[in-house]
């Protein structure tokens, strides 16, 4: 589990070939796995086996700007990095986490053997972002590490307003390069943009960017940048005083290269992108979810994009459509949108699970926490509501197969809610698995579970929670 949701398609598809309906039903929480984290934890957990060893290790980085390693097994503590001191509330103009430092996720290269992780650092000079490189062996900086990304793109003659911008959305890897997204802080306050840095996997000193045009626009969904292995894919929030589209609510697909373009095959926004940056409607609540739906006479390759007012758009992803370009738009929840989707293969088509009330759900404002679309190939596609299941908070879900398709289960978190974990077979939404009879604490709504072959995990303030099969 090296990225975000497992993959870099952020389709939260977890195969675990031994947990089947069945088993799941006989979950339960292991209580001998207590190991202690040191801060807040927004990122999801990694998990990394090395080549040849017997075991392996949970990494958790957390808002103190410190990264643990955990041994999956024993809950043991491996070694543990601070990368500086975090940034107070107060030295912000705004925001809603005290104390600032690690928020997005991190991402693994096996072929370093190291993690990379943004971290925003309090100074002399005040707030910085820092990127660091981390050796997986123990912790120590990797040669040519931590980037400072204000120094790094001043030298490319870009403005980074490190105090004003916020990195919240999970980083991605491709063709060598290390991709970070930025937004800004909750409050939407001073001189931010959407930004994207890339940076060089084997000399640090090669930097990258692209940005917004217009202020704001921040790329701020906690899935962040997802890919289909040759594009990267973002979603934007609202910009302002924009009388012309300037890159705000929107889905872009850039290069690795990350030049702009103006085609509109690589960019959508939907017609009404000046009402949703009045409303603070962002399209960019979640990540792009690239979809490949089997045909009879083939594939059909699309983007997913899910928003804050509620709905969902499909993409043609070799053609976003530019503004008003999409194939198909529906109403398909009755809130905001905010936390990352999950996709699983069903016969000429594909289901999407989401986190929030679905407008199609009998009752969609009574603890509707769940609801699972089913999207099938077309023209145009068709999206209709699966099911929906029942259950209080906010968290993204994640899906388990015994092998990509089988024995599909839905787990989600009830965090900032109920704050239990909960499981629904992924076919009809019958309940598995609600549970423990005692609340987790600690659990943010940024959070998402990862599953392992032997276990599930699910970070937390200050802990780890495990649960085995």
């Not at 097994?73 to 975090?86: C, D, F, M, Q």
């Not at 076919?427 to 609600?434: A, Q, R, V, W």
Request: negative net charge; contains cysteine; hydrophobic residues 35%.
């Amino acid at each position: 589990m090296l990225s975000y949701h497992g993959h870099p398609d952020r389709s939260g598809n977890f195969v675990v070939p031994a947990l089947t309906w069945e088993r799941a039903r006989s979950l339960r929480l292991d209580e001998g796995f207590r190991p202690h984290v040191s801060g807040h934890v927004y990122a999801q957990p990694l998990y990394w086996r090395a080549p040849g060893s017997s075991s392996a290790i949970l990494l958790l980085a957390t808002e103190d700007n410190i990264v643990q390693a955990i041994d999956a097994g024993s809950g043991n503590e491996v070694w543990k990095r601070s990368l500086g001191t975090p940034v107070a509330r107060s030295s912000l103009p705004c925001g809603n986490i005290d104390p600032l430092g690690v928020t997005g996720t991190p991402v693994i290269d096996k072929s370093t053997e190291a993690i990379y992780l943004d971290a925003v650092v309090d100074g002399p000079s005040g707030p910085r972002h820092l990127v660091f490189a981390l050796s997986l062996k123990d912790g120590s900086p990797m040669p040519g590490w931590p980037v400072d990304v204000a120094n790094a793109l001043e030298k490319e003659h870009q403005n980074f307003v490190s105090r004003d911008q916020n990195q919240r959305g999970a980083l991605a890897i491709l063709d060598g390069m290390l991709y970070v997204p930025f937004g800004g802080h909750f409050g939407d306050c001073g001189h931010y943009h959407g930004f994207i840095v890339g940076i060089s996997l084997s000399d640090p000193r090669t930097v990258r960017s692209w940005s917004t045009r217009g202020r704001g626009g921040g790329i701020w969904a906690p899935g962040g940048i997802s890919t289909d292995g040759k594009s990267l894919f973002v979603a934007t929030g609202n910009t302002f005083g924009a009388a012309t589209w300037s890159d705000g609510e929107a889905v872009l697909r850039l290069g690795p290269d990350l030049h702009r373009s103006d085609d509109k095959r690589d960019f959508f926004a939907p017609t009404d992108w000046q009402a949703l940056d009045a409303g603070d409607a962002d399209l960019g609540g979640t990540n792009p979810l690239p979809l490949d739906i089997s045909t009879e006479s083939g594939t059909e390759e699309l983007i997913l994009a899910l928003g804050k007012d509620g709905k969902a758009y499909l993409l043609d992803r070799d053609n976003l459509g530019g503004i008003g370009g999409s194939l198909a738009v529906e109403t398909v929840a009755a809130r905001s949108i905010i936390t990352a989707p999950a996709a699983y293969p069903v016969a000429y088509g594909v289901f999407i699970a989401f986190q929030g009330p679905g407008s199609d759900c009998p009752t969609p404002g009574r603890d509707t926490g769940l609801t699972v679309l089913k999207i099938r190939s077309g023209s145009p596609p068709m999206m209709t509501t699966a099911w929906c299941a029942p259950m209080r908070g906010a968290c993204s879900p994640i899906v388990t197969t015994t092998d990509g398709h089988s024995n599909p289960i839905v787990w989600i978190v009830g965090a900032e809610g109920d704050n239990r974990l909960h499981g629904f077979r992924g076919d009809t939404g019958e309940p598995l698995f609600s549970g423990p009879s005692q609340a987790m604490a600690g659990l943010r709504h940024f959070q998402t579970l990862i599953a392992t072959k032997e276990r599930l995990y699910v970070g937390a303030d200050g802990g780890l929670y495990a649960f085995s099969f």
